[in-house]
């Protein structure tokens, strides 16, 4: 079980102190796929940082299976099984695509096997291995091959921030069938930040945060229609 208790980030700015999360508590269960939809702005990739060690948080805490994770580094994070995909991924230059799933597996993947990680994202393997991961690469391949790199980690808690972001329609079916046969085949715990309906209706849970806090929570039938609605005040007006 993943656990965020009474998680706050605090920033400083010409308006005074704002609390981008705001007392925010969640639990995810292991082997769930949670989904977390909600507004722009409204903490989605804070919290995913949060719970990667990205960000240090201004109070509350992290816990993984009961341990509390707060003052681990991102390192520790990562060696206790915590993935992030950034919604915007980082470029190496002079990596390598092969050189980035080695280093994301922990070994040295053979040919297969680095092809069968970038097959999952839909992209073209052979086309790809050898390129560096750097500018000469488009948003939307960098975006699938950073997805890869955390796929090829095998962590038990993944993250992925707006993973469906620059992905042209055909990958992105690839995509959505790759994060249903992982949830269906192994025991990892997914969570998914998305707007895209074809992901949040692979949710066991769905969860809608905004201005830092989670609004409201339940299963995907149960969300779906307030979701589909695509206003916090209407959800709200669900729950009360
Ligand atoms: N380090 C920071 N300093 C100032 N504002 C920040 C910082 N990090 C995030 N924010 C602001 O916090 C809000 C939430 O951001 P974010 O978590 O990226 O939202 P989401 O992913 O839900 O779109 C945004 O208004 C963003 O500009
Ligand atoms: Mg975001």
């Known amino acids: 079980m993943l656990e965020v208790k009474n998680l706050t980030f605090s920033v400083e700015d010409d308006k005074g102190r704002q609390n981008i999360l705001n007392d925010l508590s969640l639990q995810i269960p292991t082997g769930k796929l949670v989904v977390i939809t909600g507004p722009n702005g409204g903490g989605k ?3 995913a940082k949060a719970i990667m060690g ?8 992290v816990l993984l299976d009961g341990q509390d994770i707060t003052a681990l580094s991102i390192t520790e994070r990562a060696r206790l099984g915590i993935g992030y995909g950034f919604q915007q991924p980082p470029r190496f230059k002079g990596i390598r695509v092969r050189d ?6 922990g070994r040295k993947l053979n040919q297969g096997e680095c092809c069968n990680y ?11 291995l050898d390129r560096e991961v750097d ?11 950073e997805i890869a790199s955390v796929l090829a980690r095998r962590c038990g808690v993944m993250i992925f921030d707006e993973p469906e972001a620059g992905i042209d329609l055909w990958s992105f079916s690839r995509l959505t069938e790759t994060f249903q046969d992982l949830h269906k085949n192994s025991d990892a715990t997914l969570i998914i930040i ?9 949710a066991d849970e769905i969860v809608l ?7 409201k929570k339940g299963p995907c039938q149960e ?3 307030c979701i589909l609605q695509d206003t916090v005040t209407t959800c709200s007006r669900i729950t009360e």
Not at 118 to 128: F, H, I, M, N, S
Not at 209 to 215: F, H, P, R, Y
Request: hydrophobic share 40%; net charge neutral.
């Open 118 to 128: 970038l097959t999952e994202v839909g992209l073209c393997a052979k086309d790809y």
């Open 223 to 225: 969300m779906l229609p």
């Open 135 to 145: 500018t000469g690469l488009s948003g939307g391949e960098v975006k699938r091959i």
């Open 209 to 215: 945060v905004a201005e830092g806090k989670v609004q």
């Open 100 to 105: 980035l799933m080695d280093l994301a597996a």
């Open 54 to 61: 990205l960000i240090p948080v201004s109070g509350g805490q």
């Open 194 to 202: 998305s707007h895209q309906e074809r992901i949040i209706k692979l």
């Open 45 to 47: 990739t804070t919290l």
